[in-house]
């Protein structure tokens, strides 16, 4: 049975600052949500950047993953080697879901370390002007939670990022440098289950428009 080694291990001690997801499709906008997020104070933790971490710096993880694919997936500078692995597990889901089982606790493990010390930084000062006169909370950002219980778990709220196809289509595009058929065999990939989302933020304007409804979202959440 592969998997990280010692599972996900919850902190010790300690109050845990209250998670709020936030998730969508691919060029929705949910990580210009989640930056005007961060631009408030509020501290938002990006999963996907966390993972491409971890696959840099963690000797554990990468250990992990070479016993249950093979060695020879370090580059020269100890990194794990994303292209090969990639080759490996995406055309057989069978080992997809293998390199999921090894990688998703160790994302999970870093997320409470990281939200403890979220949680220690405004234990004294909570500032609730930051938080939309709520209680101190995170911000979880990521496209596959509402597919994933043990993040999901996590989740006091989930929050859908949101927009036409057609806006999708475009920023993806651009962003990804990659052709429209591509994107929308992504973007037909992705499937929601938006029975568990509790709020949802429309970007089909501007930039103001989308900080304004953001907040306007934020605000009306109740924990």
């Known amino acids: 049975m592969y998997g990280y080694p010692g599972g996900v291990r919850l902190c010790r001690g300690g109050k845990a600052m209250r ?19 961060a ?6 933790y990006d999963s996907d950047s966390a993972a491409k971490n971890l696959y840099r710096k963690d000797d554990t993880l990468i250990d992990a993953i070479e016993e249950a694919f093979g060695c020879g997936l370090r580059l020269a500078d100890g990194s794990l080697d994303k292209a090969r692995l990639a080759a490996i ?61 043990d993040f999901l778990v996590l989740a006091s709220k989930v929050v859908m990022v949101d927009a036409s196809l057609e806006l999708r289509l475009g920023r993806a595009c651009e962003r990804d440098h990659a052709p429209a ?6 973007i037909a990939a992705q499937r929601f289950d938006l029975s568990k989302v509790d709020a949802f933020i429309r970007n089909n304007g501007t930039l103001p428009q989308l900080k304004a409804e953001t907040e306007k979202v934020f605000s009306g959440l109740e924990f």
Not at 23 to 35: D, N, P
Not at 130 to 139: L, M, Q, W
Not at 181 to 186: S, T
């Open 19 to 37: 998670t709020v997801a936030v998730t969508g499709g691919i060029g929705s906008g949910k990580s210009v949500v989640c930056a005007i997020l």
């Open 39 to 44: 631009e408030r104070g509020i501290p938002v």
């Open 89 to 149: 597990v995406f055309p057989a889901p069978d080992k997809l879901r293998i390199l999921e089982s090894i990688v998703h606790p160790a994302v999970l493990n870093d997320y409470l370390r990281w939200n403890a010390m979220q949680s220690a930084r405004f234990e004294n000062e909570p500032r609730p002007e930051i938080f939309f006169g709520k209680e101190p909370f995170c911000v979880m950002e990521s496209a596959i939670i509402l597919d994933k219980p």
């Open 181 to 186: 058929e591509k994107i929308i065999q992504r």
